[in-house]
């Protein structure tokens, strides 16, 4: 038989500004690994918790970035280059019309934007899945039947036992001080 340890500790609130004041509480204590989980969007929920900006934004960038260069390489090689000695397989597809030139920047435009919103677009959803910890396929907060209530009509604040500031008492302590409707101690599995 093994001891099971605490995941975290879950207050379950019934009000937007119950668990706004239970947010703000729960920051200025210096808990640093803590959500809060609710049905519906909470607007200021960001600055009540104190959290700082995601860097999604520069990630996207970055990689958007990266599609440009990579389709300005590719429209480049593909028309202008002609590599002596290369065997006409490795080479690019150079095509005289007309005596245009071979690379034309306004004529590669489509291709140019199209790897860029296509790396932006990849990089995003990677970034957002690695930034959320993603696929979770077990989280341990999906075995409390109250906290199933989070995605109908009530609001929770979970403190992780990850937190170095956790203790099991005195963050209860804290939590009922909070004036809650209910605590709960979620078991690791």
Known sequence: MTDKQPYALIAEFDSVSAVMHAAEQVRDEGYMIWDVHSPMPIHGINQAMGLRPTILPWITLAHGVVGAVCGLGLTWWMN????????????????????????????????????????????????????????????????SERFLRATADRLFIVISAKDERFDSETTHEFLQRLSPLSIEVVMED
């Open 80 to 143: 202008a280059t002609t590599v002596p000695g290369l065997s006409p397989s490795v080479q690019g597809y150079e095509f005289l019309i007309s005596g245009k030139p071979t690379f034309s920047l306004p004529a590669n435009i489509p291709i140019i934007f199209e790897t860029t919103i296509l790396f932006a677009a990849i990089g995003t959803l990677l970034g957002m899945l690695g930034l959320n910890k993603l696929p979770m396929l077990h989280n341990p907060l999906a075995k």
